[in-house]
């Protein structure tokens, strides 16, 4: 699979978007720096941003990996007004474990964090960020 300028051999390709290459039933799109994210308290848009590798892209944007913890936050927090959660507190809790860059897993579609300022808070993947359309 051409990812960019890099061949990726260990993910598939579902006919709709770069899926994981887990078992099958448990196959899921990875996330890309730019993904939209949703926390139950944020009255907004909320973003991840891509710091920890440089390799390996999808549709041109980073791959986003389980130590990538930064988030760009647009709205309100319900708990405390503006929210200044700029990034997930411990790591993504799912990550490939077929696949690694630079010694790290790529997050999956289905993955959540915590929040930095308000644990109890969880921040969830809304779009992954690849456009995931069907190749003819």
């Not at 579902?14 to 730019?34: C, D, F, L």
């Not at 909320?46 to 990996?65: D, M, N, P, W």
């Not at 997050?107 to 929040?115: F, G, N, P, R």
């Amino acid at each position: 699979i051409r990812i960019d300028s890099e061949i990726l051999e260990t993910p598939e390709r579902s006919g709709e978007g770069i899926i994981s290459k887990e078992p099958v039933g448990k196959q899921r799109p990875y996330v890309v720096n730019g993904a939209e994210l949703s926390c139950e308290f944020l009255d907004g848009d909320l973003r991840l941003s891509t710091t920890v590798q440089s390799k390996e892209y999808i549709e041109g944007k980073i791959l986003a990996v389980e130590d990538d913890v930064n988030m760009l936050p647009a709205g309100k927090c319900k708990k405390g007004g503006i929210c200044s959660c700029l990034c997930g507190l411990g790591k993504w809790d799912s990550v490939s474990q077929s696949h690694e860059v630079a010694g790290h897993k790529p997050i999956l579609s289905d993955a959540k964090i915590k929040c930095s300022v308000y644990p109890d808070a969880v921040i969830t993947v809304k779009n992954p960020g690849q456009s995931m359309k069907k190749e003819n």
